[in-house]
């Protein structure tokens, strides 16, 4: 089992900065990959930003050259967003996942982020 408790969501004008952070606990030494996704209303959840316990990162297209996702140990991942633009608006959660026999995927309880035009 893994527990996921984000941090650093909020209002912020377009063009901004935030930055976001996600401490695990549990399993930590399970995870392979951490990473954040978002979602708003009507939606499917989409990725954001992923990194697997090697430091290889995955981005979204529409996030490339804007964001950043890092990982300092095996249990704290954080998501640098910079150029905010209103599109970015969206409640942000935090994923962990573990490969095995399954994929097991956990999730933090979100925070919302909001970029103001």
């Known amino acids: 089992q893994v527990q996921l408790v984000e941090s650093g969501g909020g209002l912020v004008q377009a063009g901004g900065s935030l930055r976001l952070s996600c401490a695990a606990s549990?399993?930590?030494?399970?995870?392979?990959?951490m990473g954040w996704y978002r979602q708003v209303p009507g939606k499917q959840r989409e990725l954001v930003a992923a990194?697997?316990?090697?430091?290889?990162t995955n981005y979204a297209d529409s996030v490339k050259g804007r964001f950043t996702i890092s990982r300092d140990n095996a249990k704290n991942v954080a998501l640098q967003m910079n150029s905010l633009k209103p599109e970015d608006t969206a409640v942000y959660y935090c994923?962990?996942?573990?490969?095995?026999?399954?994929?097991?995927?956990?999730w933090g309880q979100g925070t919302q982020v909001t970029v103001s035009s």
């Open positions: 994923n962990a996942r573990i490969y095995g026999a399954l994929i097991l995927d956990y």
């Open positions: 990194i697997t316990s090697l430091g290889s």
């Open positions: 549990g399993s930590i030494f399970s995870i392979n990959a």
